[in-house]
């Protein structure tokens, strides 16, 4: 049995080379992505706690006798 020159090898580290790689290292994606839920929370709490703090303050501390 001869073997032929043209058999063609499979290298499995070539296959990580086509990987596609990243614009940012894992670790900043993932920074990006808890900074966006942290900015977008605030956001959405932000309103109700400003006008919880107003109503308090403004709110009379006892009742008023009429």
Known sequence: MT???DEVTVNPLST???LPT????IWAILL???ATII???FLLACP???VVI????TS????VNS
């Open 39 to 41: 900015v977008m929370s």
């Open 48 to 50: 109700a706690a400003s």
């Open 60 to 63: 009379p501390s006892r009742p």
């Open 22 to 25: 990243h614009i940012l290292e």
């Open 3 to 5: 073997h032929s020159t």
């Open 54 to 57: 107003y109503r308090i303050r």
């Open 32 to 34: 990006v992505i808890l």
């Open 16 to 18: 990580l080379d086509m």
